[in-house]
């Protein structure tokens, strides 16, 4: 199956979990366990914007990085932005918070509120170098509307 099949399937899926529940965290907990288990990601959860930090959230994988301050890392570096990043190779990121030395590649994608400002980030690590591209920016975007 293609990746934007996968895609598609899982936004489906989601959508059809997600349908009336009101707990941000319980979205988030069965977002990333549909993620990580369709990709088989290395590292796949959520970080919650609490005052000028965020705070580790829902997850699968191992154990994380429980706070990053705005602008620093991958995860900061999108909340600042309000943008999606996509790395390639986490070595070559400008500030790069090794939370765990096994990830070599990652996405982060914000996730907005109501006013459309950034309440959280769904971050996803591979150990695998460049394993996201355009697609997955396209689709994760798609998935966090379901927040």
Not at 28 to 40: E, T
Not at 50 to 58: C, D, K, S, T, V
Request: aromatic residues 8%; glycine residues 10%; negative net charge.
């Amino acid at each position: 199956m293609s990746k934007e099949a996968q895609y598609g399937l899982i936004l489906r899926q989601l959508t059809a979990l997600l349908e009336g529940e009101e707990d941000g965290i319980a979205k988030m907990a069965n977002v990333a366990a549909v993620l990580h288990g369709s990709f088989g990601f290395w590292w796949t959860g959520f970080y919650r914007v609490a005052g000028e930090e965020l705070i580790l959230g829902p997850f699968q994988g191992p154990v994380a990085c429980m706070h990053i301050p705005f602008g620093k890392g991958v995860c900061g570096t999108a909340w600042k932005r309000n943008a999606s990043v996509v790395v390639p190779d986490v070595e070559q990121f400008p500030g790069h918070i090794a939370c765990s030395s096994a990830s070599r590649s990652e996405i982060v994608v914000p996730v907005h509120g109501p006013d459309g400002g950034v309440t959280a980030v769904l971050d996803i690590d591979s150990d695998r170098l460049a394993i996201f591209d355009e697609t997955d920016r396209i689709w994760l975007e798609k998935v966090v509307t379901l927040l």
